[in-house]
């Protein structure tokens, strides 16, 4: 697989899952954990860390602030 996406629910429990994408990931973590509540840490393909914040399996957009 291409990329390691760290996954980690409320409690601290964290958990590795490879993909090839981000959609294949939240596809497979939703089929998991349909109800999923913590956030998931990845570096993309530029080398940039992202965190994606998920509340009750949907994902929270945060609004970026200058």
Known sequence: MRY????????????????????????????????????CTYINKHGHVQVKNFTNGKLIYERKRN
Do not use: C, D, N, Q
């Open 4 to 39: 390691e996406y760290t996954v980690t629910k409320e409690g601290g429990e964290a958990e590795i899952m490879r993909a090839m994408s981000w959609k294949k990931m939240l596809k497979s973590l939703l089929l998991k954990y349909p109800a999923f509540s913590g956030w």
